[in-house]
T-cell receptor, first 113, second 117 residues
Framework: AQSVTQPDIHITVSEGASLELRCNYS??????LFWYVQSPGQGLQLLLK??????LVQGIKGFEAEFKRSQSSFNLRKPSVHWSDAAEYFC???????????FGSGTRLLVRP | GAVVSQHPSWVICKSGTSVKIECRSL??????MFWYRQFPKQSLMLMAT?????????EQGVEKDKFLINHASLTLSTLTVTSAHPEDSSFYIC?????????????FGQGTRLTVV
């Protein structure tokens, strides 16, 4: 069965430090991959997505992610974290063209001043 | 990006009553809408998929008679929680996509916090 794993439940980084959030997927075919961010009590905002082509994807708010087929990973990175980046981050896989998303368990990012 | 509006953003209801949540795509025609449920500090769990004009497809373990989904138009889907109980208290989020407008992602509403007392 298709699944998405985010091994880190929460991560704490200092403001200005770099960030990497991990995501691994289990999917038989070439997946469509997404990263979403959720602030408390809010809906989800798309940070970036990967369908095909260049495996390094640039997103909004200075985020990027790299698709590595050999590792079945799609890790999210940011070179310098801002306090406003504190939120819950979800990695997701699309199963088909209907955009039915399968979400990972999420990683909560805390930012130290 | 496209806009999906969900209403209400929060609702409190008495146990045994029914609650309707609306999900509207404001600037595109949503051929498919999804309903998710999210418990505190947990991930989003897909409840059902609805295609305009068709019956919704429910995920395993979701009671279709309790969570009534209607997708009568290309811009509106509703989720009705019937005979709500405290265990139905949760954050409900909808998303919408379109298979024929060149849209390549699903757009999310802002969510509805349901509290059953």
């Amino acid at each position: 069965a298709q699944s998405v794993t985010q091994p880190d439940i929460h991560i704490t980084v200092s403001e200005g430090a770099s960030l990497e959030l991990r995501c691994n997927y289990s999917y038989g075919a070439t997946p469509y991959l997404f990263w979403y961010v959720q602030s408390p009590g809010q809906g989800l905002q798309l940070l970036l997505k990967y369908f095909s082509g260049d495996t390094l994807v640039q997103g909004i708010k200075g985020f990027e992610a790299e698709f590595k087929r050999s590792q079945s990973s799609f890790n999210l990175r940011k070179p310098s974290v801002h306090w406003s980046d504190a939120a819950e981050y979800f990695c997701a896989v699309v199963m088909d063209s209907s955009y039915k998303l399968i979400f990972g368990s999420g990683t909560r990012l805390l930012v130290r001043p | 990006g496209a806009v999906v509006s969900q209403h209400p953003s929060w609702v409190i209801c008495k146990s045994g009553t029914s609650v309707k949540i609306e999900c509207r795509s404001l600037d595109f025609q949503a051929t498919t809408m999804f309903w998710y449920r999210q418990f505190p500090k947990q991930s989003l769990m897909l409840m059902a998929t609805s295609n305009e004009g068709s019956k919704a497809t429910y995920e395993q373990g979701v009671e279709k008679d309790k969570f009534l989904i209607n997708h009568a138009s290309l811009t509106l889907s509703t989720l009705t929680v019937t005979s709500a109980h405290p265990e139905d208290s949760s954050f409900y989020i909808c998303s919408a996509s379109s298979s024929w407008q060149g849209i390549t992602e699903a757009f999310f509403g802002q969510g509805t916090r349901l509290t059953v007392v």
